[in-house]
């Protein structure tokens, strides 16, 4: 089965600077990324997403970078605010496998105002 | 949109007792539902996939008589903790996922945690 790594498991920031978590993946069939944040006792919210055709996706200062033939995935904040800290997941997933996501670790972004 | 909901939020039981917990996909219709497994500061341990109509498909080491899943309708999904004991103490979390192509996105519940004493 799939197997997803996440690194670090938690990373501090100053306010203003860039945050970046990376993940790996072992499938290669794998093709849907998604990243979530959670906050402490709430429900995971996916934050952006990527799939196999593409390289790279923005949405204002998030952005995913995608690389298959390495099979690893990025996350990258840019202009971090005290409001981005949680803990982010990211999970890979192929259709044909249902659509199951198999999550990695987690990382906690403390972001320091 | 896109709202899934879980009831109840939070339960307290005692230890032999079984427990169920609803997912509703509120404003779409849920061909496929997850459950996860999440402990304290660790990541979402996927337990089951439910589709609607059929039998639940268990990850490995889940035991399917213990976490009875049923898929009733395409909007409702249960999960039974039976015969409940305080490691299956956790927080629970179901998702849901829309049907047809380029659907991938799940949908998260905000989850119920059930303590056992």
């Known amino acids: 089965g799939e197997n997803v790594e996440q690194h670090p498991s938690t990373l501090s920031v100053q306010e203003g600077d860039s945050a970046v978590i990376k993940c790996t993946y072992s499938?290669?069939?794998?093709?849907?990324f998604p990243w979530y944040k959670q906050e402490l006792g709430k429900r995971p919210q996916l934050i952006i997403d990527?799939?196999?055709?593409?390289g790279e996706k923005k949405d204002q200062r998030i952005a995913v970078t995608l690389n298959k033939t390495a099979k690893h995935f990025s996350l990258h904040i840019t202009e971090t605010q005290p409001e981005d800290s949680a803990v982010y997941f990211c999970?890979?997933?192929?259709?044909?496998?249902?659509?199951?996501?198999?999550f990695g670790s987690g990382t906690k972004l403390n972001v320091k105002p | 949109g896109a709202v899934v909901s879980q009831h109840p939020s939070w339960v307290i039981c005692k230890s032999g007792t079984s427990v169920k917990i609803e997912c509703r996909s509120l404003d779409f219709q849920a061909t496929t539902m997850f459950w996860y497994r999440q402990f304290p500061k660790q990541s979402l341990m996927l337990m089951a996939t439910?589709?609607?109509?059929?039998?639940?498909?268990?990850e490995q080491g889940v035991e399917k008589d213990k976490f009875l899943i049923n898929h009733a309708s395409l909007t409702l999904s249960t999960l039974t903790v039976t015969s409940a004991h305080p490691e299956d103490s956790s927080f629970y979390i179901c998702s849901a996922r829309e049907g047809g192509l380029n659907t991938d996105t799940q949908y998260f519940g905000p989850g119920t945690r059930l303590t056992v004493l």
């Open positions: 990527i799939r196999s055709n593409v």
């Open positions: 999970a890979a997933t192929h259709i044909y496998n249902f659509n199951k996501f198999y």
């Open positions: 499938d290669s069939a794998s093709n849907y």
């Open positions: 439910s589709n609607e109509g059929s039998k639940a498909t268990y």
